[in-house]
């Protein structure tokens, strides 16, 4: 399978805030043709850029673009025949749960259990039902990650993992190791970089590793300055490139700067111009 190339829309939000039409018609120009969309509060009703499915997939249409998949929460709150509706009219064709916290091994079990639920609810909807990860994962509980906790407690067929790189190396994880320990439960890819100036790439090594990590302590942590444009930082993005079209699972690879010192169209022009030179020579 082809590794397409993508950008999770997360990473122009205070740009699509301003124009959501003219960053849309900025991204087709730089030659962005797949993306991902982030909906925080879809329990409010499932619009983007005040526009309904329909009308999105029209100006989409218009530029030569399309969405393939979409963040939606809280989903706990969903109705997820509403989420199907939305995704089939997008033409996406998968839903992903954005970020989870756990403070002991029973949530973790819990909210495995959840995540079978959702993944449930897309089968019957035709979708698939991803899970995507940040640092907090590889923190270990009962002497196993929350992540591979999550694997072994849920149906692989039912929830694929959007596995993502930058994060998982800071939570001390080699991604390409860990690409391959997933293997085709891989189906979409996040990506940026880590600046060499990053003293610990472990943030377990910053704050230590029994913290408690909650919502209120993450959002906390990231700083502008740790995050980089694909191909200006230290991550081995070509052997990254390269594994996952090996293993030949995952459908897409998705740009996504979840900050960025620079501005942030600025910013995936860089990340596209770079990562389109890496897909090209990394067969």
């Not at 829309?9 to 699509?16: A, G, K, P």
């Not at 003219?22 to 499932?46: C, F, M, P, S, W």
């Not at 939606?72 to 939305?86: M, Q, S, T, Y």
């Not at 002991?104 to 609810?121: C, R, T, V």
Request: aromatic fraction near 10%.
């Amino acid at each position: 399978m082809s590794l397409s190339l993508g950008l999770q829309l997360y990473s122009v939000r205070d740009e699509l805030e301003k124009d959501y039409l003219g960053t849309l018609e900025r991204l087709a120009e730089i030659g962005y043709k797949n993306l991902e969309v982030a909906i925080h509060n879809a329990d409010e009703g499932l619009k983007v850029g005040g526009m309904n499915a329909a009308e999105v997939k029209k100006q989409l249409d218009r530029l030569g673009m399309r969405v393939v998949s979409s963040h939606i929460g809280p989903l706990d709150k969903v109705d997820w025949d509403e989420v199907a509706d939305f995704s089939h009219t997008l033409g996406s064709e998968a839903v992903g749960c954005s970020i989870a916290f756990f403070t002991n091994y029973q949530e973790i079990l819990d909210f495995s259990a959840e995540l079978n639920k959702y993944g449930e609810e897309c089968r019957k909807r035709d979708l698939q039902f991803y899970f995507h990860n940040h640092f907090q994962e590889f923190q270990k509980f009962n002497g196993k990650y929350a992540m591979d906790i999550v694997l072994e407690n849920t149906d692989k067929d039912l929830v694929k993992m959007e596995f993502d790189t930058y994060w998982a190396v800071r939570g001390g994880v080699d991604p390409v190791e860990y690409l391959r320990q997933l293997g085709d439960r891989c189906g979409l890819i996040h990506q940026k970089d880590l600046p060499a100036t990053v003293e610990k790439s472990n943030l377990f090594d910053v704050i230590g590793e029994d913290a408690e990590i909650t919502f209120e302590s993450f959002v906390k942590i990231p700083k502008p300055e740790e995050f980089t444009e694909i191909g200006e930082g230290v991550l081995d993005i070509a052997s990254i490139i390269r594994e996952a079209k090996k293993i030949g699972a995952a459908k897409y690879i998705f740009v996504e700067q979840d900050l960025t010192p620079r501005n942030q169209l600025d910013s995936v022009e860089i990340s596209y111009k770079n990562i389109t030179e890496l897909l090209k020579t990394n067969a």
